[in-house]
């Protein structure tokens, strides 16, 4: 189903959409011949957090980026939406596009979506890379706590029901401006264009459900996280890359993982490096795929 999208672009990005549990989710891809790539967004972002990373990684790959249910061109969250529901509509993505199993990428609120569907589904997963991200249970909900540091004031603004709508509807660019500022190494790497991107997207009626919802399962599934980390640990391949959170990531994907985590900090770069350091993350994240898919041999190849 291909999708029109009101949003600045690339013409070399194609714009669709699919089918998910009653709803549309949209997605980008670009490249054309090389094992699959699939990046997933945090907060306070889209599928344009990936709008500078993208052509860097489709030289060499096919590449995916989708707007998670309730953010950006993708339809609005259901009452329940949580982190085993956007696994559930990762699957159904991954399903769809055919493509073999995919190098999974995930960063800030996405990580327990993205850690669920390849614990869940590891055969659709090559590889998994945790970008500047944590999990429930394994210390992320300590972010909530405005008295320890660093404490997040957002996360419970954002949690709290009707909350989100009462003090941003309006306020959009202004609120996002200040998130990317303060947690950026250099504020610009986010310019005007991807705050105004950004903007119209959240603009949008509901379109802080999304967010919402997932803050929330945060908040109440680190029980269930840790439940099935000590059930399914990880077993393909994983790279943590931390940037502002430091060692964060990779302290808990190795505790979530079977194997050994290979691990690249991004010195002087802050929560974002899609956006502030394209250039080094797809440098940190073709070597890992590259040396994942030489590993696997005839197996990757046979979806390039």
Same mark, same amino acid.
Request: glycine share 10%; proline share 5%; no cysteine.
């Given at each position: 189903? %291909? ?13 669709? @959409?699919?089918?998910? %549990? #009653? ?10 011949? #090389?094992?699959?790539? =699939? ?15 993208l052509p860097l990684l489709a030289e060499h790959h096919r590449v995916f980026a989708v707007d998670l249910r309730g953010f950006g061109g993708s339809r609005g969250a259901m009452q329940d939406y949580d982190s085993r529901a956007v696994a559930e509509d990762l699957h159904r993505l991954v399903a769809h596009l055919d493509v073999g199993p995919v190098h999974l990428s995930g960063q800030d609120i996405a990580g327990a979506g993205v850690f669920r569907l390849a614990a869940t589904?590891? $055969? ?10 944590? =999990?429930?249970?394994?210390? /992320? $909900?300590? @972010?909530?706590?405005?008295? /320890? ?18 003090? &941003? ?6 609120? &996002? ?7 950026? *190494? ?5 310019? %005007?264009? !991807? =705050?105004? $991107? ?12 999304? *967010? ?18 000590? !059930? ?6 994983? &790279? ?25 900090? @991004? ?7 899609? @956006? $502030?350091?394209?250039?080094? =993350?797809?440098?940190?994240?073709? *070597? ?9 041999? !005839?197996? *990757?190849?046979?979806?390039?």
């Open positions: 189903m %291909d999708f029109s999208p009101v949003s600045s672009t690339n013409a070399a990005f194609s714009h669709q @959409l699919v089918r998910s %549990d #009653g709803t549309d989710i949209h997605y980008v891809s670009a490249g054309t011949a #090389g094992s699959p790539i =699939l990046l997933v967004h945090g907060f306070p972002e889209t599928w344009w957090a990936f709008h500078k990373l589904y590891p $055969e659709q997963v090559a590889s998994f890379t945790g970008i500047e991200m944590g =999990l429930a249970g394994f210390g /992320l $909900e300590a @972010l909530a706590d405005v008295t /320890l540091h660093p404490g997040s004031w957002h996360i419970g603004v954002l949690a709290a029901p009707k909350i989100p709508q009462l003090l &941003l509807a309006g306020r959009e660019e202004a609120f &996002l401006r200040f998130m990317f500022s303060s947690m950026s *190494a250099a504020a610009e790497a986010v310019s %005007d264009a !991807d =705050l105004a $991107e950004f903007a119209r997207s959240y603009s949008r009626p509901g379109a802080w459900e999304g *967010a919402a919802k997932l803050y929330r399962s945060m908040l109440r599934e680190g029980a269930d996280i840790r439940a099935i980390a000590q !059930d399914k640990a990880l077993t393909m391949p994983v &790279l943590a890359v931390g940037a502002g959170g430091g060692e964060f990531t990779a302290t808990t994907m190795a505790k979530v993982s079977a194997g050994t985590v290979r691990s690249v900090l @991004l010195d002087g770069v802050g929560h974002y490096p899609a @956006l $502030e350091a394209p250039e080094r =993350l797809a440098q940190a994240m073709l *070597a890992f795929v590259a040396e994942v898919d030489a590993s696997r041999g !005839d197996i *990757a190849s046979a979806h390039s």
